[in-house]
């Protein structure tokens, strides 16, 4: 059967949003920055930078996003990737919307910054304001036994909607593969998947605001980490995703540090962007042993200790061999 084609007012409008996680280490913190924003129905303000793509004063995507973040920001940033294209409308569409729906496309950005003072509009916030159950450095997180499995497994025990989509392995079983629950292991990895149990289970401020429909109810309950306007949150978590899994094979951990450091800053960054404390002489050897840094002949006087040592990344390591990341394994105790 011939359609007829759809006239000009029926096309729905598409908009093309460019938002950057944009991360740097200071302070031994893994940090993002962060725009504020009207807040949102929920009392959501926290923004990554972000803003249309516009094709006729943006030649390329990235050149927009750079653009973009230059604006509101006043930062200029070195390496990036694209991540993922978000075009959900439920999350980003509010009660009789009729504005344009919108597609973002989300982007990670790494940078090194001295201070955290450089910027001319936004701030640094810990990544782990947003995700507090990411933070192993100190061992489990108190908030996985105290709060999030808790309502996690009261969640996996209630009838599920019809409305709710159909999966192949049952709530608690994937409470368990997530969250490291009853002898799971953790995945250090899987900071997204952890976020979309969470904002299917309700428990997220953000699920409350977009898809109240399918959200336990959660009134005067406690927070689950600091929420984000729109979509912002779940892009967040694609980033730190993607580079834990990213510094394991490419030497992108080096984005993050000043151009000569100490073995100790370095194996604190990793900590700070992986999660867990890794063990100081294991990781040592695996980084001097893959030839990821050699010395520069200087050293840095510490207050009350010792002076140690200055390395630098060696680049000719990327030409050596396919994958030359941080290979560490947090889970075998490095």
């Not at 200087?298 to 060696?314: I, N």
Request: glycine share 8%; net charge neutral.
């Amino acid at each position: 059967m011939r359609r007829e084609p759809l006239s000009r007012k029926d096309v729905p409008s598409v908009e093309i949003g460019l938002n950057a996680a944009i991360a740097s280490v200071h302070n031994d913190e893994p940090v993002v920055l962060i725009v504020k924003e009207t807040a949102d129905s929920v009392g959501a303000s926290d923004s990554l930078p972000s803003g249309p793509f516009s094709p006729r004063q943006h030649r390329t995507l990235e050149i927009g996003l750079r653009s973009w973040v230059r604006e509101q920001t006043g930062l200029d940033f070195g390496y990036v990737e694209q991540l993922y294209t978000f075009g959900d409308r439920g999350r980003h569409a509010r009660a009789e919307d009729r504005d344009p729906h919108v597609v973002s496309i989300g982007y990670l950005a790494l940078t090194h910054t001295d201070s955290a003072d450089d910027l001319q509009r936004g701030s640094w916030h810990s990544w782990y304001e947003y995700f507090p159950w990411e933070d192993w450095r100190r061992g489990r997180p108190s908030i996985l036994e105290t709060t999030v499995l808790p309502r996690l497994k009261a969640w996996a025990q209630m009838p599920q909607m019809h409305e709710a989509p159909s999966r192949p392995i049952d709530r608690s079983e994937r409470v368990r593969m997530c969250f490291g629950a009853e002898g799971g292991a953790w995945d250090e990895e899987k900071v997204l998947d952890r976020y979309e149990l969470l904002y299917e289970a309700g428990l997220v401020d953000e699920a409350q605001r977009d898809r109240p429909e399918f959200a336990v109810a959660n009134s005067g309950g406690p927070q689950f980490g600091t929420p984000m306007i729109f979509d912002h949150r779940r892009i967040l978590a694609t980033a730190i995703s993607r580079v834990r899994a990213k510094i394991k094979y490419r030497p992108v951990i080096f984005e993050l540090m000043p151009q000569e450091f100490t073995l100790y800053e370095l194996q604190k960054t990793v900590e700070a962007i992986l999660g867990p404390h890794l063990h100081k002489q294991n990781f040592r050897r695996l980084v001097e042993s893959a030839g990821l840094v050699e010395p520069t002949g200087q050293v840095k006087t510490r207050t009350g200790g010792r002076p140690a040592k200055l390395f630098r990344f060696r680049r000719e390591v990327v030409l050596e061999r396919p994958a030359p990341g941080v290979r560490v394994k947090p889970g075998r105790q490095l």
